[in-house]
């Protein structure tokens, strides 16, 4: 369903809430509540969904949908969307079905908050019904991470570094009152005298407990901060771990966020003592070869943790909180490093939904074992490259730059060689390119460099700037890969580096 797109600019601010033991408890019952309705709307909805879905009229209609061309279902979807606005599926409905749980908690729940959730739930079933969702999941116990409200004063509410979270309207409502933590930096101070639209409450687990955060959603764009910005064109081949960059200034072909990788191997040997721990826990739940036993129809398995593994649990999701801290802040750094040498930065598109997903074809090796369909998942997580390029486009849409996508099929920079004019497609462990001139050129940084050089139409590349430019890339490219083997170090393989 088309949506109405809000073209004026917002910014966010978060603050730390100066939180007393008491009214921890009090946020923590609260985003128990929350996670509790979310839950049961999702459950109420998934039935009242899966009885539509049995109805004759919508099973004729999707078969219809299906036989019918693209372009010309318009008028279809109409009809589904309308078919499901009666059933009691639209964001209405939802609200008014949140309402009627809501009341039960009123003197900690006020109704904007609820129907703030109930949108977050109807936004998955919209992606679900209506976009390329395959699923609408439930909260695991515990794993809610925010609350915001609906419109400012009417439940959450910001007034002289104090954050006041009410109840419903209702004679026994409770009514926390919270401090924020004074602003500390100029940027800090300038952003909230900004016009205040939405406040959020974010918590963050911290070795052993919550830390609670005030999120602030604020009119207009954020605070310029003073920043080296050239300009110029910058090319960059970004990959699931890596990222090679090209400008007339720099070369460069380094790994993403490589400080989590250290944190990353520490997570893994916990997680191989928690699975000894939950065995020896559970030995009844476990066949002989080590698979976990199918539970009996009708019946749900049972599974004890010890303290021990509850301790690990903890370490393990401390680490995970550490790694998405370094993996942000070495992605701002980056992006800040990129302004520095130009405005212009130019990128191929890539589907990293693609490269999360699982081979689809079996295949076996030529010892006739089976080769695992696993691609990229565990990379894209640790490094999160698109992450990375949303960073990249905020920062240059801030300072006046622009983010360029070319078109990755069209323009194959991966094939070009620009010294011939001609395309050869290269095998993934070929990590070296020979040029027709004989120049031998490492292969991200050879790409980022076309990419550098496209046209302006984003199909192509320009062989005249490039051969403008050819040398003094050379130059950069052959004082980079000199740098980093005189490192002494190992990289990874995609590098080609020993």
Request: glycine share 6%; hydrophobic share 35%.
């Amino acid at each position: 369903m088309a949506k109405k797109q809000n073209n004026n600019p917002m910014c966010v601010l978060t603050m730390a809430l100066l939180t007393e033991p008491w009214q921890e408890h009090i946020l923590e019952k609260r985003f128990a509540i929350i996670e509790h309705l979310k839950n049961q709307l999702i459950a109420m909805e998934l039935r009242k969904l899966k009885n539509v879905q049995r109805t004759k009229a919508y099973r004729n209609l999707m078969a219809e949908i299906e036989e019918t061309p693209k372009e010309k279902r318009k008028s279809l979807y109409s009809k589904r969307t309308k078919l499901l606005r009666d059933a009691g599926l639209s964001e209405f409905a939802f609200k008014k079905d949140m309402t009627r749980m809501q009341k039960h908690f009123a003197e900690h729940i006020a109704a904007q908050i609820a129907h703030k959730a109930a949108s977050d739930v109807w936004r998955s079933f919209e992606k679900y019904l209506f976009d390329s969702g395959r699923d609408v999941h439930f909260h695991k116990r515990g794993t809610l991470e925010s609350v915001a409200c609906q419109t400012i004063g009417n439940g959450m509410s910001y007034k002289d570094g104090i954050f006041v979270w009410g109840g419903g309207q209702v004679p026994e409502k409770i009514t926390v009152r919270i401090p924020v933590a004074d602003p500390s930096t100029d940027y800090e101070r300038e952003m909230l005298t900004r016009k205040i639209k939405y406040v959020r409450v974010v918590r963050k687990w911290m070795k052993t407990r919550y830390k609670y955060y005030l999120q602030f959603t604020l009119e207009g764009s954020a605070v310029k901060k003073e920043r080296k910005i050239a300009h110029g064109r910058v090319g960059l081949d970004i990959g699931p771990q890596t990222l090679a960059i090209s400008s007339a200034a720099s070369v460069r072909l380094m790994e993403l966020a490589e400080r989590v990788n250290d944190n990353h191997r520490k997570k893994l040997m916990l997680q191989q003592k928690m699975d000894r721990s939950r065995r020896s826990t559970n030995p009844d739940n476990y066949n002989p070869d080590g698979t976990i036993r199918r539970s009996l129809p009708g019946q749900r398995m049972k599974w004890v943790y010890s303290g021990h593994y509850r301790e690990l649990a903890g370490k393990v999701r401390e680490l995970e909180r550490k790694n998405a801290a370094i993996r942000k802040y070495e992605h701002t750094c980056l992006a800040n490093s990129i302004l520095a040498l130009g405005d212009e930065v130019y990128i191929e598109t890539m589907s990293f939904k693609g490269l999360q997903r699982r081979a689809k074809e079996t295949k076996v090796d030529r010892n006739g074992r089976y080769q695992k369909k696993k691609r990229f998942g565990k990379s894209l997580a640790n490094k999160a490259p698109a992450s990375f390029i949303m960073l990249l486009e905020a920062k240059l849409s801030q300072y006046g730059g622009a983010l360029y996508k070319l078109d990755t099929a069209s323009f194959r920079a991966s094939q070009y060689d620009h010294t011939s004019d001609s395309y050869r497609k290269c095998l993934l462990s070929e990590r070296w390119k020979v040029l027709a001139d004989g120049d031998s050129v490492q292969r991200d940084l050879y790409s980022a460099f076309l990419i550098m050089n496209s046209k302006s139409t984003l199909d192509r590349c320009d062989r005249e700037l490039c051969s403008h430019s050819f040398e003094t890339f050379k130059l950069l490219h052959d004082a980079e890969i000199d740098r980093m083997k005189q490192k002494n170090r190992k990289y990874l393989s995609s590098f080609g580096i020993s």
